[in-house]
């Protein structure tokens, strides 16, 4: 756990394209357009600009001063982008370790406060002692079945807060998995592929 205050080869203009392609940006708050790289591995998918900023657009006014959950981290940018717009806090988790360093080092280099990274296994993070998150994000790999788990475990180890809210992305095809009876779709778009969908909990 840290503690702080989501190519190949080939030609140089492709290994240039590839380069670009690996890079993300803030879209608002105070580390607006600041930009991050994230590692290659092709399990890192991170959440687009675009998708993002609607996120947010949709969270408003609930996420300054809120904690946060970035459960499958992957380039941090979910997690960074709710500190860059005020949360109190955020941890992240991540099971990658080239992940982690690069989520850590950006931790670092624009002097994060509220922030907490652990490399762990999500579901088994899930299974530690559990504190209420105001928020929490689940962008986990598409071809598993982490994420009908681990809404599962959110709700019943006590992660949520009584009036959390739940950002996933899903394949668009495969649609949400059962979810717990206190948790509600309140918005839902599709981005090619990826749908994308904020619930909130009644408590």
């Known amino acids: 756990m840290t503690n702080f205050g989501k190519s190949g080869g080939g030609s140089p203009p492709a290994a240039g394209r590839a380069a670009?392609?690996?890079?993300?940006?803030?879209?608002?708050?105070?580390w607006r357009g600041r930009r991050l790289r994230f590692p290659p591995q092709a399990e890192i998918r991170p959440t687009p600009d675009r998708v993002r900023e609607?996120?947010?657009?949709?969270?408003?006014?609930?996420v300054p001063g809120a904690r946060c959950l970035d459960l499958f981290a992957g380039s941090g940018a979910l997690g960074l982008e709710a500190l860059s717009r005020g949360a109190a806090h955020v941890t992240f988790v991540e099971t990658d370790a080239i992940a982690v360093r690069e989520i850590r080092a950006r931790l670092a280099e624009w002097r994060a406060t509220g922030a907490q990274v652990e490399h762990s296994d999500a579901l088994r993070f899930l299974g530690t002692a559990a504190e209420a998150f105001d928020i929490v994000f689940l962008d986990p790999p598409f071809a598993s079945s982490l994420l009908a788990d681990s809404c599962r475990l959110l709700e019943e180890r006590h992660w949520l807060g009584a009036r959390a809210l739940i950002y996933v992305e899903t394949d668009a095809r495969a649609g949400l998995p059962p979810l717990p009876q206190t948790w509600t779709v309140t918005k839902a778009k599709q981005a090619g592929a990826v749908g994308y969908h904020l619930l909130a909990r009644a408590g």
């Open 54 to 62: 609607t996120l947010f657009n949709w969270l408003g006014p609930q």
């Open 20 to 30: 670009r392609s690996r890079v993300l940006r803030i879209i608002g708050g105070s």
